[in-house]
């Protein structure tokens, strides 16, 4: 099998290790707008080989992990450049732009888009690790539009991977995933903040902050270059949970403000159902 | 060492299975509101025997490890009980109503006001785990107004615990720790609560939630007999910090809503500084 991955950071270096365990002999080339990443990737021997697009001619699969704003200016161009037999697959965390950008590519029947829900909050070619897509569910969009033989070709491969799939339009993908995964990066990006603000001295954040303050700003170490093209991409989505999210914090202050501590605890009592809803996600073995 | 545990949760049954560890000849006595609990705790083996308050006053150490508003009621009584030589600890997470309501108790010199900054979002006797407490602060306040000998008497176990120390003064503590404790704790359920009631279908929430998401709505899944009496004794710190996170998410939409792009760029990446601050926090082993 000939693998190109554009994009040899977390997401496409976990690809490449799984690819290498799964199928020996792939041949797998790797493509980074930063040549120090290729390199990396190179060293890590996540790849076998740097490539540039001319590659994509005679792949058998490329996967595209890039930032969603790189994606939309390069996905056009990657399908140009592809062979006809060759399966294009995006990991974007947004997917309508996306989609309707390739909507009228000639080649619209190479591409099959996806998102798989699967990272870290760090990146890079070193933070790639084993296993990392094992258990996780992968959105696919529009599979009606992709090339039947492609789709079979890309789904036995996350069958390998033991990926969950689910099948969604792009507006439902954008909409339900605003809720659980834009907004959570918000929510901890303004948790962190708050709490730099205040505390000056950060020993003081460092002596008093324990776990719970720690897993609950944990996406607040994720990468801006990523998360800002996604907030932009899907802005009107998450604008809409971010009014839900403050509306129900001034609800919760107002309850503390008028001393209504019945309604506190209902208000937490109701949510901690939470925890049968989490029950059996599969966390990330090894967050470096 | 007689030691007589009030409240053989979480917190109190890995302080016990500790000192079981560090001081084998121990005889520990367990008490709790909940029969149920000190039946549970003694099958764990986290206690030796179940107990009445005429424990305290042979104990050499009463750990107290109740919710902050049985704490007020409970430690007067707990000190009219006590020997001149027990020294009685506390692990609430409030300092300032709990040091004042015991001020001008006539032991109030066998009283040391504590915070072990530990936890999991888990509670009850089945919840507590070895070592919970190893490389984790304890914030002692009003250190001055302890007995000296008992001070040294509980600073032994802390050292031997592997705590690091701190000390502070109890409106400090309260301050503090409602930044970066009681904060999170609140982000964190509104955010259950937001996707809950957005997302109906839970299948949803379970097929597109990732880690990240699992990973900053943990906290939502605290118990709320716990946390009510926090944020009331608290209320004024806490709904000040809710303020200064609401104002942040806001300012964080208004740059969403005019395209600002590069100042939404910017407030991620200048919060991506709590990835230094945080290295180096000790995790808790084993969550469950």
Known sequence: MNLVIIGVGLIGGSFAKDIKRLYPDANIIGIDKKEAHVDEALELQLVDQKGTYDALATADMVFVSIPVDALVKELPKILDAVGDETVVMDAGSTKKLICETVDNHPK?????????????????????????????????????????????????????LKMRIRYMNPEAHDK?????????????FMLGKTVIEKEKNERDIFDMAGSGFESTVRLAKSSPDMWTPIFEQNKENVVETLEEYIHNLERF????????????????????????????????KNEN
Do not use: W
């Not at 339900?176 to 901890?188: D, E, F, G, M, N």
């Not at 001393?259 to 989490?278: A, P």
């Open 108 to 160: 619209r029947r190479n591409f099959l888009a996806c998102h798989p829900i699967a990272g870290t909050e760090f990146s890079g070619p070193s933070a790639a690790i084993n296993g990392l897509y094992e258990g996780k569910t992968n959105i696919i969009c529009e599979v009606e539009k992709t090339a039947f033989k492609l789709q079979e070709k890309a789904l036995e491969i996350f069958q390998k």
């Open 176 to 188: 339900h995933i605003a809720y659980v995964s834009h907004l959570s990066h918000i929510s901890s």
């Open 253 to 284: 202050k107002q309850l503390l403000l008028s001393g209504d501590f019945e309604n506190v605890y209902k208000e937490m009592n109701n949510t901690n159902r939470i925890k049968q809803i989490l029950k059996g996600i599969p966390l990330t």
